[in-house]
């Protein structure tokens, strides 16, 4: 199997602490940019890619999706899924790299901060391709390269404790990023812009939405720290239709 942090038990309980976790799609702050590029649900079967709490397997499911399934590799994370949403949404324990599903499966692939995780994108997208109708759309968000770049996904601090500015380096140098998240050492995966977009287009696909999103207004005003988050992009989302 691969990285799966998300079944320590120490690391699940600080990311269920997380505003995302707690208060779903309401405490993410991507969320409203991403509800926007969305395609219409009525009627399609959707494939969530990491589905986490199955927060937009619920959303797909509400708006009327034939059918949803999801995948994790976590079980822990799968366990909560079942738990807070919808039991017609189906859930299966696996990873990104090692799903398989028959050709045409699906209307709409959704996946949601996961993709960076997977160190060959080029191998997502042939299966993205494969996966999805003539006329499918994929929509999926991941850490902006600006953001995976240098690795260390930290400010550089002044003296004081101030923040001076986001470190962007070996921008160009693609492939394994050691970085600490919620405390615990994890490993992601660094490419650029050009990658993610050249992978989608070799797979015959037209880009049909590229958003790099700011929080809301709300999420500005209540949550604390929050206005540092546009001072650089941490997010980038890019929707797709298949040719």
Known sequence: MKQNKYDDPSFFEKYSQMNRSVYGLA??????????????????????????????????????AESVTGIDISESMLRRAKELTDPRIVYYRTSIEEADFPGQSFDVILSSLAFHYVEDFGAVAEKLSRWLIPGGYVVFTVEHPVFTASGSQDWHYG?????????????????????????????????????????????????????????????????????????????????????
């Open 27 to 64: 405490g993410a702050g991507e969320w409203p940019a991403l509800r926007r590029i969305l395609p219409d649900l009525t009627g399609k079967r959707v494939l969530d890619l990491g589905c986490g709490f199955g927060w937009h397997c619920q959303y797909a499911i509400e708006q009327g």
């Open 159 to 243: 003296g004081d404790g101030s923040i001076m500015h986001f470190p962007v380096d070996r921008y160009f140098e693609e492939g394994r990023r050691d970085t600490v998240f919620l405390g615990e050492q994890v490993t992601k995966y660094h490419r650029t812009l050009t990658t993610y977009l050249g992978c989608l287009l070799q797979e015959v696909f037209t880009i049909t939405g590229i958003v790099e999103p700011t929080p809301p207004e709300e999420l500005l005003r209540t949550v604390e720290g929050m206005e540092q988050e546009l001072r650089r992009p941490m997010m980038l989302i890019i929707s797709a239709v298949k040719l």
